[in-house]
């Protein structure tokens, strides 16, 4: 079984502040780090390092070179990577002392993904292989459309929540993942069981999969609602989260895992990312998580 990311591709630059800027103020940054990111790149490397066989399919500028790079070398297959003529995407993370973070996009190359390629590349796919999708590239709607048509078993992780998520047909995938704030923006209400129960009701085929940070994560299908706590750690730096939790519920969802054990999974991994700086750098492998389970 293959994994086909449709994923953005973003330059990082992580600013470690005493505490998030304040409407009007000017403060300097304790230190600056510059990282591979993006939702996309995250969300490859962790599926690739919780095992899966990972195709990434995105677009980057002339800068974004290393990108491509650090995909190559967490052994995820870059043939569909395109370069044009846009500025790599890129953020802009604020980091406090407790670990929290606050992001800043530019879309740039991301948004230059057109429906021609996406066919271009679904082409190349097999019914039952995987497709992974993110809110932060364009033709995002229609590639659920077609992998759907196609057989294609389509995951989307709803993030960040805009106003493009109303064009997205979601009741044709597999698996949908939200956090708080994201699934607040589907379901029109603040209320985790509820938001589980409203998008159930609109996605009745569907996996729906919300993390609540600190309160732990939640999953629903058909009749079945699951609850998994949140691991107490030391957090040092929360980027990549919610990324390492999408690539390693993937991965146990794509083997037929139970909720609880895919929740349980995904939960450890991203527990372990989180004691760690920087986004990609710091997702567990597959070892490392086991390690941690049994631990």
């Given amino acids: 079984m293959r994994v086909l990311n449709i994923g953005s591709l973003n330059i990082d630059y ?15 940054s304790l230190r600056l780090q510059i990282n591979c990111g993006g939702k996309g790149l995250n969300q490859s490397i962790a599926a690739a390092k919780a095992g899966l066989d990972v195709y990434h399919a995105g677009c980057i500028g002339e800068e974004g070179l290393f990108l491509v790079e650090k995909l190559a ?14 500025k790599t995407g890129h953020a802009i993370i604020q980091v406090d002392p407790s670990g929290q973070n606050d992001i ?12 021609e390629a996406v066919d ?9 292989d995987i497709v992974l999708l993110q809110n932060e590239t364009s033709c995002v709607a229609y590639a ?5 048509e196609l057989g294609l078993r389509v995951a989307l992780n709803a993030a960040p929540s805009d106003e493009n998520l109303k064009q997205v047909p979601l009741e044709k995938l597999e ?6 704030v994201e699934g607040a923006y589907l379901a029109r209400t603040q209320e ?18 919300l993390t609540l940070g600190g309160a732990g994560s939640m999953a629903a299908r058909g009749g079945e609602t699951v609850h998994v706590p949140a691991m107490t750690v030391q957090a040092v730096d929360t980027t990549a989260a919610g990324d390492t939790f999408t690539g390693y519920f993937l991965r146990h969802a794509a083997e037929g895992g139970s909720l609880e054990s895919c ?6 991994a991203s527990a372990l990312a989180v004691t760690r700086p920087g986004a990609a750098d710091s997702i567990p492998s597959y070892e490392e998580v086991q390690a941690f389970l049994r631990a």
């Fill in 263 to 268: 929740l349980q999974l995904a939960t450890a």
């Fill in 192 to 209: 985790p069981a509820e938001i589980l129960r409203r998008l159930g009701q609109r996605c009745p085929d569907t996996t729906i999969v």
């Fill in 14 to 28: 992580v600013y470690e502040m005493p505490h998030f800027v304040q409407p009007g103020e000017t403060l300097s």
């Fill in 120 to 128: 271009a590349v679904l082409a190349r796919f097999s019914r039952g």
């Fill in 104 to 115: 800043i996009l530019y879309s740039g190359a991301n948004h230059a993904l057109t429906e």
């Fill in 175 to 180: 698996w949908l993942l939200v956090n708080e």
């Fill in 73 to 86: 070398q967490s052994g995820i297959h870059t043939d569909y990577i395109r370069q044009v003529e846009d």
């Fill in 144 to 148: 659920v459309r077609r992998a759907w």
